[in-house]
């Protein structure tokens, strides 16, 4: 309900003598819903013995505070919401349903001995059957002051597990901006696993997309950590499936340490060619890193559904005169694609360990120790980056180095007309490199 002046509703619990009970609902608290359960009247069954079981559940907000804690400042954990809806025994649909409202936590000054904003999401949506559905709300994380420890902690685990016939999960977006962050520790750190397993039948599953931004990282050891593994996992049937696009841009950050750590772990298990299924995206593009090393990228278990990576228009420089240092490093990942980025005042230009790395447009200076090296099988493919000295280069073991090309792809109808959207998948004989772009509004 929304309300424009404070009303009352009404439960009924029986013939008792609570009878004439009522909630006072004022227009601050909505929207909100309100539900009611009994496990005395009323045709549903229930394994309760109130007379009527009343849950009110709308915005989650925590705004506006000065904290100060010895160790996190504000921790949010949300818990088995929306768990185990099914009725089978009784019933042969359930139909029940869970939804829960926004959840904001902008605006606060928050001086913590741990992390200054901790937010756990653990087994939310997990083993829902029939058309029973959960809908959560959007988060928010916006515009808060964090000194102290650490900073920012986002973990999601389970979100989405054992969905079947036609269950629904729905799940809203996530924003993380406008937040600074003067810390010890780690600036961002971002932990998403098993999101989205064993999806099956028709079961529906939408996780709305995350963004994090405009923040400013102003000291940390860590600047922002992502990590994304086992997810999705299991989709089978004719379910649908919407993961989320995550999209990091437009922050700052100043790390004694490494810039931006990024680490996949199996993700695109299993997932059954009937299904309805968007493996959405990861980006992170036009952020600034002032750190001691560079970015560091990598992953085992990848999977022909993995999450694509896209990385562009970064900024890394060394001004904490950190010795051996490299401005990218790249380790037993399948496919990695670093485009239009710089690297200054790093010891070492590029390492690929075990990996498959293509920069293109990349800008290496200052580089006074080794500019690229390959080994453990490595293949480093070089486009278009005349500031590499290949001269200075190393490769070891059964390891390569390429200097490649630009391949411009066009898609078009028969009659000649650019195909916008279309994805585009290239290959090359050997198969050691795969790059995957897709098309924009002229078909290129």
Excluded at 138 to 163: F, K, P, W
Excluded at 384 to 391: A, K, M, N, R, S
Aim: net charge negative; charged share 15%; glycine share 10%.
């Amino acid at each position: 309900m929304t309300l424009s002046r404070p009303a009352r509703v009404s439960v009924y619990p029986g013939e008792h003598a609570f009878r004439g009970l009522a909630l006072a609902i004022d227009p601050s608290m909505t929207p909100c819903g309100v539900c009611t359960s009994s496990g005395r009247i009323g045709p549903s069954f229930s394994f309760g013995r109130a007379d009527a079981a009343t849950v009110i559940a709308g915005d989650y907000i925590v705004s506006d505070n000065d904290i100060i804690a010895d160790s996190d400042g504000i921790y949010f954990y949300v818990y088995e919401i929306g768990d185990y809806l099914y009725d089978s025994y009784f019933s042969s649909h359930s139909s029940s349903s869970v939804t829960l409202g926004n959840m904001l936590i902008n605006n606060n000054m928050i001086e913590s001995g741990s992390w200054g904003i901790s937010v756990y999401w653990e087994d939310v949506g997990y083993d829902i059957n029939y058309d029973s559905y959960v809908t959560v709300g959007n988060m928010e994380i916006c515009n808060n002051q964090i000194t102290g420890d650490a900073g920012i902690y986002y973990y999601n685990e389970y979100l989405g597990n054992s969905l079947y016939e036609m269950a629904t999960l729905t799940v809203g977006t996530l924003d993380i901006s406008g937040n600074t962050i003067d810390v010890l520790g780690g600036g961002i750190y971002m932990e998403i696993s098993y999101l989205a397993t064993s999806i099956r039948d028709h079961a529906s599953m939408t996780v709305g997309d995350m963004h994090i931004h405009n923040n400013q990282i102003l000291n940390s050891d860590l600047g922002i950590y992502f990590d994304y593994r086992n997810s999705p996992s299991g989709i089978y049937g004719f379910a649908s499936v919407k993961m989320p696009n995550i999209y990091t841009y437009d922050n700052t950050v100043n790390s004694t340490g490494r810039g931006l750590f990024i680490y996949y772990y199996n993700l695109g298990s299993a997932v059954d060619p009937t299904t309805n299924f968007n493996r959405g995206k990861v980006e992170i593009y036009d952020c600034t890193f002032t750190s001691a090393s560079g970015m560091f990228a990598g992953s085992s278990n990848m999977n022909p559904n993995r999450i694509p990576l896209i990385i562009r228009d970064l900024e890394f420089t060394n001004t904490h005169s950190a010795a051996g240092t490299w401005g990218i490093e790249a380790s037993e990942i399948n496919h990695i694609r670093v485009d239009d980025s710089t690297f200054n005042g790093y010891d070492n230009g590029v390492r690929a360990d075990e990996v498959n790395l293509v920069l293109v447009r990349c800008t290496f200076m200052g580089i006074t120790g080794i500019d690229a090296r390959s080994h453990n099988a490595g293949h480093l493919m070089l486009v278009d980056c005349p500031t590499v000295d290949t001269g200075n280069m190393e490769i070891w073991d059964t390891s390569f180095i390429d200097i490649g090309w630009i391949l411009d792809v066009r898609v078009e109808t028969p009659l000649g007309h650019g195909v916008p959207g279309a994805l585009v998948t290239a290959t090359s004989n050997n198969t050691w490199i795969e790059s995957q772009a897709t098309t924009g509004t002229d078909g290129h």
